[in-house]
C-alpha cells in the first residue's frame, strides 16, 4: 500500500486546513487508516483514525476541532481541521495497516505510511 499526503500548509490561528490522504494497493475492510503529527522534537502522536465501518477516533486535543473521514470509492481519507492554534503545527502522516483497536493509536502498529505535509499556525 502507498500513501500520498496532500494539503498541508500555513493557516493563522482559528483557521481551517483540510488533509487529503490517498492510498493505492489493496486496503481492505481490515485497514485502519489514521493520522499522525509530528512536532519540532518530538514523537509521532496519534490524531484520528477511521475504521472501514466509519467508527471514528480522535486524540483529546484535537476532539470537536478535527474530522477525520474517508472516501472508500477513491480510496481517500481527509482530515478537516478547524480551529486551528498554534501547537497544532507540526508534520502530518497518514499511515494504514491491520491494526487492532488497542493498538491503533501506536505508531509502531503501522507498516505503511505516507509522506509528511506540514501544517503551520501562525498565532
Known amino acids: 500500500v502507498q500513501l500520498q499526503a496532500s494539503g498541508g500548509g500555513l493557516a493563522q490561528a482559528g483557521g481551517s486546513l483540510r488533509l487529503s490522504c490517498v492510498a493505492s494497493?489493496?486496503?481492505?475492510?481490515?485497514?485502519?487508516m489514521t493520522w499522525f503529527r509530528q512536532g519540532p522534537e518530538k514523537g509521532r502522536d496519534f490524531v484520528a483514525a477511521i475504521r472501514w465501518s466509519s467508527n471514528t477516533y480522535y486524540a483529546e486535543s484535537v476532539k470537536g476541532r478535527f474530522t477525520i473521514s474517508r472516501d472508500n470509492a477513491k480510496n481517500t481519507i481527509y482530515l478537516q481541521m478547524n480551529s486551528l492554534k498554534p501547537e497544532d503545527t507540526a508534520l502530518y502522516y497518514c499511515?494504514?495497516?491491520?491494526?487492532?483497536?488497542?493498538?491503533?493509536?501506536?505508531?509502531?502498529?503501522?507498516?505503511?505510511w505516507g509522506q509528511g505535509t506540514l501544517v503551520t499556525v501562525s498565532s
Open positions: 494497493g489493496h486496503t481492505g475492510s481490515s485497514y485502519v
Open positions: 499511515a494504514a495497516g491491520r491494526v487492532i483497536l488497542s493498538a491503533m493509536r501506536d505508531p509502531v502498529s503501522y507498516n505503511n
